[in-house]
């Protein structure tokens, strides 16, 4: 039935047992996991294929078993399970697989993992191989990541004497295992899993663990990509790249500086319930500000995010200013470049000083620099001042952790978008 076959990739080496199962699974699944929306139509059958999967991690030396339950998406649903052999390997890091695999302790039959893959890129992963506090959302996302409505259990008989006669297929009832949003109470959380393993050092004897323990090793990664767990969260940026090599290091070395931030940064925003790797970011070369929206919603970070002595609280509240212009900006009309600029009128002392000694504090700054930051010369539709506004005051009213010298920034930003509304307003007479 098969053949087995092994994956050496990044520390680990895998093996793929086909199993020869008593029994075969069938289900249908749900072909969208919107958890917003409390009814799930859709949904399309198909065979899932289970393997055994042995994997050593070789840097700690230890082997652990896994079973993989193979649920192909949609576009490869088929009746005949060797298909999905032949989609499937765990460990493979070239893998083009779209679908989703659960990974169960063999013995105990505990879910330990799923992982869900487009085109062999890892886009949505839940792991209890380490434990967190937070397991039974752990546990609701790893139900929506499966999205299964049904599953339907095709028990084979093994042997001609078997109970069920020769060679035939017996049909258990429809068995339920889950339909989010209509269960009320959450799976009860997993029995505890052994704790991570620490490899021994040479000052502690080899008897250190009972001899029965065997230290788990994790599930084989399979495909790339990033998903979204604690284990791999991180957000990154690249390198847009260039040609001239000290202009490549420059970027380079700004890349470096935003991702030595993310990872603080993903957590912190975790914790007041936002997930950073919901929302598409790239680092953004062509801007003078901290970050930008683009037009597809793309997070831009620019490269004053990371050189303007920001905190990280600030750099929090920025990232999630953005956000929540993603999440909640109205459509803005065209703007234009105005035939002559128009200057704001009756700057408070206050902002007149900040401009001054902070916006301006370069040598041989002058007053006409002063008019030129007071005056607009590209007016936005007044909806793009209006999504500003709504977004700073969110911002302000969320994130009061802030440096100084930055919320005084932001207040000066807001203030000016708020000047330049009324203008808005008033030139396109909406
Ligand atoms: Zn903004």
Same mark, same amino acid.
């Given at each position: 039935m098969g053949k087995s076959q092994s994956l050496y990739s990044t520390g680990t080496f895998a093996v793929n047992v086909p199993l020869i199962t008593e029994a075969t699974y069938e289900g249908s699944f749900y072909t +969208? $996991?919107? *958890? *917003? @929306?409390s009814e799930h139509h859709e949904t399309y059958s198909t065979v899932m294929l289970q393997k055994l999967i042995v994997v050593k991690?070789? &840097?700690?030396?230890v082997y652990s078993c896994y079973i993989a339950t193979i649920i192909p998406a949609e576009e490869n649903? $088929?009746?005949?399970?060797t298909k999905i052999d032949k989609m499937f390997y765990g460990g493979d890091p070239n893998s083009d697989f779209s679908g989703t695999i659960v990974y169960s302790t063999? *013995? *105990?039959? !505990? $879910?330990?993992g799923v992982e869900k893959y487009t085109k062999g890129q890892l886009c949505g992963y839940k792991s209890m191989? !380490?434990?967190? &506090?937070?397991h039974l959302a752990d546990l609701d996302d790893m139900t929506d990541l499966l999205g299964s409505a049904r599953l339907k259990r095709n028990v084979r008989t093994? +042997?001609? #004497?078997s109970e069920f006669g020769g060679g035939g297929s017996y049909w258990l009832p429809d068995v339920i295992i889950t339909a989010p949003k209509t269960t009320p109470t959450p799976p009860p959380p997993p029995p505890s899993l052994p704790p991570p393993y620490v490899p021994p050092t #040479? @000052?502690? =004897?080899? !008897?250190?663990?009972? =001899?029965a323990y065997i230290p788990p090793a994790q599930p084989p990664r399979t495909g790339s990509g990033t998903g979204s @767990?604690?284990? !791999? =969260?991180v957000p990154r940026v690249t390198s847009p790249g260039a040609s001239a090599p000290d202009i490549a290091a420059a970027l380079n070395a700004v890349v470096e500086a935003i991702n030595d931030v993310l990872p603080e940064i993903y957590e912190k925003l975790k914790a007041m319930g936002?997930?950073? #790797?919901k929302y598409k970011i790239k680092f953004a +070369?062509?801007?003078? $500000?901290n970050a930008i929206k683009e037009k597809d919603g793309t997070i831009g970070i620019c490269q004053k995010f990371v050189y303007n002595g920001y905190t990280i609280n600030d750099q929090v509240a920025i990232i999630w200013h953005e956000i929540y212009h993603v999440d909640n900006d109205k459509i803005v009309g065209d703007g234009q470049i105005l035939p002559s600029a128009i200057m704001i009128e009756n700057v408070p002392s206050h902002i007149e000083h900040h401009i001054k000694t902070? &916006?301006?504090?370069? =040598?041989?700054? @002058?007053l006409e620099d002063y008019k030129g930051e007071i005056s607009i010369k590209m007016l936005q539709s007044p909806q793009y001042y209006r999504n500003e506004i709504a977004a700073y005051k969110a911002e302000i009213a969320t994130h009061k952790n802030v440096s100084s010298k930055y919320n005084q920034e932001r207040a000066y930003v807001l203030w000016k978008h708020e000047q330049t509304l009324i203008i808005s307003e008033k030139y396109y007479k909406k």
């Amino acid at each position: 039935m098969g053949k087995s076959q092994s994956l050496y990739s990044t520390g680990t080496f895998a093996v793929n047992v086909p199993l020869i199962t008593e029994a075969t699974y069938e289900g249908s699944f749900y072909t +969208t $996991t919107d *958890t *917003t @929306s409390s009814e799930h139509h859709e949904t399309y059958s198909t065979v899932m294929l289970q393997k055994l999967i042995v994997v050593k991690d070789l &840097e700690a030396n230890v082997y652990s078993c896994y079973i993989a339950t193979i649920i192909p998406a949609e576009e490869n649903a $088929t009746k005949n399970s060797t298909k999905i052999d032949k989609m499937f390997y765990g460990g493979d890091p070239n893998s083009d697989f779209s679908g989703t695999i659960v990974y169960s302790t063999v *013995t *105990t039959n !505990y $879910t330990i993992g799923v992982e869900k893959y487009t085109k062999g890129q890892l886009c949505g992963y839940k792991s209890m191989f !380490y434990a967190s &506090e937070n397991h039974l959302a752990d546990l609701d996302d790893m139900t929506d990541l499966l999205g299964s409505a049904r599953l339907k259990r095709n028990v084979r008989t093994l +042997t001609k #004497n078997s109970e069920f006669g020769g060679g035939g297929s017996y049909w258990l009832p429809d068995v339920i295992i889950t339909a989010p949003k209509t269960t009320p109470t959450p799976p009860p959380p997993p029995p505890s899993l052994p704790p991570p393993y620490v490899p021994p050092t #040479n @000052s502690i =004897p080899d !008897y250190y663990y009972p =001899p029965a323990y065997i230290p788990p090793a994790q599930p084989p990664r399979t495909g790339s990509g990033t998903g979204s @767990s604690q284990q !791999y =969260p991180v957000p990154r940026v690249t390198s847009p790249g260039a040609s001239a090599p000290d202009i490549a290091a420059a970027l380079n070395a700004v890349v470096e500086a935003i991702n030595d931030v993310l990872p603080e940064i993903y957590e912190k925003l975790k914790a007041m319930g936002v997930d950073l #790797n919901k929302y598409k970011i790239k680092f953004a +070369t062509n801007c003078y $500000t901290n970050a930008i929206k683009e037009k597809d919603g793309t997070i831009g970070i620019c490269q004053k995010f990371v050189y303007n002595g920001y905190t990280i609280n600030d750099q929090v509240a920025i990232i999630w200013h953005e956000i929540y212009h993603v999440d909640n900006d109205k459509i803005v009309g065209d703007g234009q470049i105005l035939p002559s600029a128009i200057m704001i009128e009756n700057v408070p002392s206050h902002i007149e000083h900040h401009i001054k000694t902070v &916006e301006l504090n370069f =040598p041989g700054s @002058s007053l006409e620099d002063y008019k030129g930051e007071i005056s607009i010369k590209m007016l936005q539709s007044p909806q793009y001042y209006r999504n500003e506004i709504a977004a700073y005051k969110a911002e302000i009213a969320t994130h009061k952790n802030v440096s100084s010298k930055y919320n005084q920034e932001r207040a000066y930003v807001l203030w000016k978008h708020e000047q330049t509304l009324i203008i808005s307003e008033k030139y396109y007479k909406k």
